[in-house]
């Protein structure tokens, strides 16, 4: 993977392109399957920018490992760049496609006129995992809400994010929940490797746990898992700068080369599909033995962004003074369904 971007503009493939007030065009493949490969009549680039080698990333990752983009024409390149700066190059023009949370600093940039639009939903909590909030017994009683009120609770993404939303939201569904209100959580962003340790001392009273860190809590009786606190929708999504929105066909293409991935190669325990878990392995740098002990995440092969249930996190966010907006976003102001919907999915 290519070391950290130049601050030049890119992804300005020859031709092609349309503006991006139009709508996209209907898709209909010789064979009857809309996502079956339709090259673009000349080769196109687009350039990607993610944070890290993460699983969460796999329709990505695979669509380039495993040769998805080149059955479009598209010639991908997938830079590294830092957390803090993905949407901000995006927003620039520097590279064409990031990924982003429904989080109170990305809204905040659409909010305020950024052009930055969601066109593809990214991988969420299969039903069943253990992967979110847990709460330690001795510091907080799981079963009263009051009992959450000024007690620490540790995040991956602090405040701002759409999982301390869904927390909140739990917690009042809680017997006295209606009573707490989002200002009385106390929420500190925190290392994820550290997380079980500080909630196994008491440190702190609830922490969110991925995988593979909430298994050292797994047959500790000190903890338990708060089941139903944690979102089993898609929470983040893959977002286009306002230049690849102005490049219609190029769009579809590339949203229809990571829809094949996601329906080809990502759906159920895919872990035990040696193809694809060779190819993770390589990209994720990873021990193939290792990732295939881990639980993967999942994807939806309806592609549903979930945009409404993440947009109600901003009467959260607002509470807590994070939104520097002053009317709420809707959906329609946040996700560009053109993409999807060429591809004959029905999406909200």
């Not at 064979?31 to 090259?39: H, K, R, S, V």
């Not at 380039?64 to 949407?87: A, M, R, T």
């Not at 949370?101 to 909010?111: K, Q, R």
């Not at 929105?245 to 035990?272: M, P």
């Amino acid at each position: 993977m290519a070391g950290l971007l130049a601050v030049t503009a890119c992804g300005t493939g020859g031709g092609g392109g349309t503006t991006a007030g139009q709508a996209a065009p209907t898709i209909s493949a010789a064979t009857g399957d809309p996502l079956a490969p339709a090259p673009l009549p000349q080769k196109e680039k687009v350039v990607v920018g993610i944070t890290s080698k993460a699983e969460s990333y796999a329709q990505m990752l695979l669509a380039e490992e495993l040769g998805e983009f080149d059955k479009e024409n598209l010639d991908v390149e997938i830079q590294s760049v830092p957390p803090n700066e993905s949407l901000l190059l995006t927003a620039q023009g520097k590279i064409d496609v990031t990924s982003s949370s429904f989080t109170a600093g990305t809204l905040n940039l659409i909010g305020q006129g950024s052009p930055l639009r969601w066109v593809f939903p990214g991988s969420y909590s299969p039903e069943g995992s253990q992967q979110g909030f847990w709460v330690n017994r001795k510091v907080v009683d799981p079963s009263s809400a009051e009992s959450f009120k000024g007690k620490k609770i540790l995040t991956s993404s602090g405040d701002g994010s759409p999982s301390s939303y869904e927390l909140w939201r739990y917690i009042t569904g809680l017997p006295g929940g209606k009573e707490i209100t989002p200002t009385d959580l106390i929420i500190e962003r925190f290392d994820l490797a550290a997380m079980p340790q500080a909630l196994q001392s008491g440190a702190a009273g609830v922490a969110q746990l991925l995988t593979p860190f909430y298994v050292a809590l797994e047959n500790d009786d000190c903890c338990e898992y708060l089941k139903g606190a944690y979102p089993t929708q898609t929470q983040f999504g893959w977002v286009f700068s306002q230049q690849m929105q102005g490049r219609t066909d190029v769009g579809v293409a590339f949203v229809r080369a990571l829809a094949r991935t996601t329906t080809t190669y990502l759906q159920g325990d895919y872990h035990k599909d040696d193809k694809v878990l060779t190819a993770l392995a390589k990209t994720l740098e990873q021990d193939k033995g290792k990732l295939a002990a881990l639980e993967p995440p999942a994807f939806d092969a309806t592609f549903q962004t979930a945009a409404a249930r993440n947009l109600e996190a901003q009467m959260f966010f607002r509470a807590r003074g994070l939104l520097q907006y002053e009317q709420d976003l809707t959906p329609d102001q946040v996700y560009d369904l053109r993409y999807l919907k060429a591809l004959g999915f029905h999406v909200s």
